[in-house]
């Protein structure tokens, strides 16, 4: 058994290393059907492990409905879902095609894509650009011809402005503007408003001076200033980016990936590969937005943003944005709690995030299914509350569920099992 351990540490301590010396920077933006590896005109992706169409939760369905109208994949409802049970629209997880989706993770084939790439590694991920503020988005599985001609606007005018502005900035280290975010009051999954300003700061001077209609470019400024939660979308990109290049390490017990579909929770363990390990997504605590919303209109956790707690950020590192901790009514002092706790089930340190009301202390990082498991604390994320039919409702915090963690553990004791010495 030593000699099964040594390989076991020692694998971890390869995919913490990869992981910490990851450098993603943000280069461009450009259609998913221009990008996206396997990007087809007829699929819609969306967030969390697969799940067949019967199965989904509301956010969900809604929200490749109006992709799917979006697209002019189909004129109405009942016809995208026909044509969704016949195989003629095709849906899977952002995950399997190397993106992240927040929320329903909705992200079709004109959909414009944050393109990151971890320089260190030479891969790239990507992520669905936001939508902007608002209740009801499509990533919050709504949709009514607003939100879609808020979609058409942005792929045809905002995107092709940003992507000038990064060709005249050159890429944008977004691992940078983390470590300088949390110590400005993010913990960049809740809150990542700090995050944004960075990014308008860099960017800024390059958006005036651009020789493109000006109404343009002044509508997408304000866009910009008024998306307090732009970056986000980024910094999922980023740390799948990061995480990537950690997969498939042999005999790693470093979770890899965190992903909600609104009905099942799910982790991938880097030597077990793309395989999901699943168990019922738990629903989430916290502060409802209007007093007419309560638990009874709330979906299952759902969203591919938990990506930011693999990397050790949001609710890993809850002490550097107190101001989320109102959304569950909570102390500083039990937000330093907290991070204590995800201490014990990760691996490592991140030295590029400190927390300055614990003394800067380094952020934890590398969750470890053998330290969840024997410890039986499961991973905290800050998230967002949607409402079952679709649209934002709230935010808050939930824990992942034990069992999934207690099958990946499993499956890689099989494996290893069944291996010759």
């Not at 699929?43 to 199965?55: E, V």
């Not at 938990?306 to 890993?316: D, K, P, V, W």
Request: aromatic content about 6%; overall charge negative; proline content about 6%.
């Amino acid at each position: 058994m030593s000699g099964l351990k040594t390989r076991i540490e020692d694998a971890n301590a390869k995919t913490l290393d990869i992981i910490l010396r990851g450098k993603p920077q943000l280069v461009d933006v450009a259609p998913a059907i221009d990008v996206v590896p396997g990007m087809m005109p007829n699929l819609i992706m969306h967030s969390g492990p697969t799940i067949a169409w019967d199965d989904m939760c509301g956010p969900h369905r809604h929200g490749i409905i109006g992709a799917a109208l979006w697209e002019g994949l189909a004129n109405t409802a009942e016809e995208a879902e026909s044509r969704i049970r016949t195989g003629e629209i095709l849906t899977a997880p952002c995950h399997d095609h190397v993106c992240v989706g927040a929320g329903a993770g909705i992200t079709s084939a004109s959909t414009p894509m944050l393109i990151i790439e971890n320089t260190t590694f030479g891969n790239r991920a990507y992520s669905c650009i936001s939508e902007g503020g608002g209740l009801r988005l499509l990533k919050w599985g709504a949709y009514d011809d607003t939100i879609l001609q808020n979609l058409t606007w942005q792929a045809k005018v905002f995107a092709p402005v940003l992507s000038k502005a990064l060709q005249t900035s050159g890429p944008i280290d977004i691992r940078n503007i983390i470590s300088r975010a949390v110590e400005m009051g993010d913990e960049c999954h809740n809150r990542s408003i700090a995050a944004t300003s960075q990014f308008l700061k860099e960017l800024y001077g390059h958006l005036v001076m651009l020789d493109m209609p000006t109404e343009d470019v002044r509508a997408s400024i304000k866009f910009l200033v008024e998306s307090e939660h732009f970056l986000l979308h980024a910094i999922m990109g980023a740390a799948k980016a990061i995480l990537v290049p950690a997969e498939g390490i042999e005999y790693s017990t470093i979770v890899t990936a965190m992903a909600r579909n609104g009905v099942d929770f799910g982790i991938r363990v880097s030597s077990l590969g793309d395989q999901w390990f699943t168990a019922p997504a738990n629903p989430v605590t916290g502060l409802f937005f209007r007093a007419e919303w309560n638990d009874s209109n709330a979906a299952p956790d759902l969203g591919d943003s938990a990506i930011t707690e693999t990397i050790g950020l949001g609710g890993f590192i809850q002490p550097c944005a107190p101001t989320v901790t109102q959304y569950v009514q909570g102390t500083v002092q039990q937000a330093i709690a907290n991070t204590l706790e995800m201490q014990e089930i990760c691996a490592t340190s991140n030295p590029d995030v400190r927390i300055p009301s614990m003394d800067f202390a380094p952020g934890p990082i590398g969750i470890d299914i053998r330290k969840v498991v024997q410890t039986g604390i499961t991973p905290l994320l800050d998230t967002a509350i949607t409402h079952k039919e679709g649209g934002l409702i709230g935010a808050g915090e939930v824990h992942a569920p034990m069992g999934c963690f207690e099958q990946a553990l499993r499956a890689f004791g099989q494996k290893i099992g069944s291996q010759k010495p």
